[in-house]
């Protein structure tokens, strides 16, 4: 009798003397705040026209040179054959530079646009930051990394509606690539 009461008395003190560590939790869908947000589809539409410019510059190069091609070959029979591999040289120089000079300017539209929208999550996070601070909220997960969730506990459209709110000014600046 006396061991149980011992064992009853432990299970009580353990029982009441332990705390309750639960912690808040929510998830948000950070790829709709981005796409979906004012400023988001400010950014996509910015640097999708920026691509299809590109593009349309590009086409016009590529007809430029495809008549050069067209022109050069005609003459292939009039010119005289160490003039016409001068002209030859010339003109796959003039294509490589080209292929070069492209490759450059895609390469130079992905990494501004990388950089901005890392400076628009970098403002999101401040906004997230501030969201976890005023809702006592002690984790936010991407819905993206989870499996599954309770649809109360999804924070996108609240968070959306904040990202609207307070970042309703950025600039889409030149980045200096070189």
Known sequence: MNKFNNYIL?????????KSYAQNIVYANLDIIIKDSNV??????????????????????????????KSLVSQKNILQEDEYLKLVENLK????????????????????N???????LNEINKILKQFAETNNIDIILS????????????????LMKM????????????????
């Not at 003039?94 to 292929?99: K, P, S, T």
């Open 114 to 120: 990388d950089q901005v929208t890392k400076s628009f």
């Open 143 to 158: 819905s993206n990394q989870m499996l599954i969730g309770k649809s109360k506990l999804d924070m996108t459209q609240e």
């Open 163 to 178: 990202v609207n709110e307070k970042i309703n000014k950025f600039e889409i600046k030149k980045w200096a690539i070189n």
């Open 93 to 112: 120089i003039e294509i490589n530079e080209f292929n070069i000079s492209n490759q450059n300017k895609s390469k130079k539209i992905n990494v501004e």
């Open 40 to 69: 988001g589809k400010k950014i996509i539409i910015y640097f999708d026209e920026e691509k299809k410019k590109l593009i349309d510059q590009i086409k016009k190069e590529e007809k430029i040179l495809k008549e050069k091609e």
């Open 10 to 18: 432990i299970i009580i003190i353990i029982f009441f003397s332990t």
